[in-house]
């Protein structure tokens, strides 16, 4: 379905939810009542707000491009999948036609229930784990790639470095959050390095928590594989404690590289 045509269709569920909305009361107007779903406060705080400045812009653009008058109506999943649950279920109370977010994959797993559970669109903006578009649901949609396929392009993005830095690492240590995001991606990697003949092997893989406090046990047991690299899945804080760590262990690795977590880039 292209942009255009998904626009009538949401348009046209909003029209339609005015008039039968589940029970629910809903005041008749012209305008698509927008649920956006982002942990703002809690461990993914930083990332959350910065998806709602992006959020915030999002309005006058749709407006001026596509003629849609828009309302964000927003929510703080406190990054916390049952928060999730609950905020997603409010804000249809509130009226939403549709939902959008919410950046971590476990919350967009539970939202996803609720939506398909009301028949209202849900828009997934950022969430890779694959296995919440892939039961049936009719009113979940995904606007991010899955976790193989991000991981995929990330690992040939690797190989396009390694040739020009002319540098040939041989070895990895494979690192990641235990998380919904991170399990994903532990699954996929693991099956993608051999099948893309990639030029390094996988010599240890050590999964961590991203509310963790200390990582010293992880940094140590990493830096004993005496891996030419460090593959890295994580997410903000737990990104920064890390390599903290691999400073203070004077762990002198080639470097970090990460197949595509917001961790690194933020």
């Known amino acids: 379905m292209n942009r255009r045509n998904f626009t ?6 909003a029209a339609a939810a005015a008039l039968a909305p589940f029970n629910i009361v809903r005041a008749q107007n012209n305008r698509l009542k927008i649920g956006v779903l982002l ?6 705080g930083l990332i959350g707000q910065s998806c709602q400045k992006g959020a915030d812009l999002a309005p006058a653009v749709i407006r001026d491009w596509l003629g849609v008058d828009i309302e964000l109506m927003n ?9 999730a649950r609950t905020r997603a279920e409010r804000l249809i109370q ?8 919410p950046f971590d994959s476990g919350a967009a797993g539970a939202i996803a229930q609720v939506a398909e559970q009301h028949g209202i669109p849900f828009v997934i903006n ?20 899955i976790a193989s396929e991000l991981v995929k392009n990330g690992l040939t993005l690797i190989e396009d470095l390694f040739r020009a830095t002319k540098i040939s690492p041989r070895t990895a240590v494979f690192m990641h959050v235990n ?13 993608l390095v051999p099948q893309l003949k990639l030029t390094f092997r996988l010599v240890e893989t050590i999964s961590y928590d991203p509310a963790a406090k200390d990582l010293t046990v992880e940094v140590t047991k990493a830096k004993t594989t005496k891996a030419d690299f460090l593959l890295l899945v994580c997410r903000l804080n737990d990104a920064i404690m890390l390599r903290r760590e691999i400073v203070k262990q004077r762990w002198n690795t080639m470097g970090i590289v990460s197949p595509g977590s917001p961790g690194m880039y933020e």
């Open 39 to 44: 942990p703002k406060s809690g461990l993914q």
């Open 94 to 101: 509130n009226g939403v036609h549709c939902l959008v977010g």
């Open 179 to 191: 998380d919904t995001f991170g399990q994903a991606n532990a699954k996929a990697i693991p099956t």
């Open 75 to 83: 929510a703080d999943t406190e990054t916390n999948i049952d928060t």
């Open 8 to 13: 009538k269709a949401l348009t046209a569920t």
């Open 126 to 145: 950022i969430a890779a784990a694959p296995q919440i578009t892939e039961q049936g649901y009719k009113f979940v949609f995904r606007n991010f790639p």
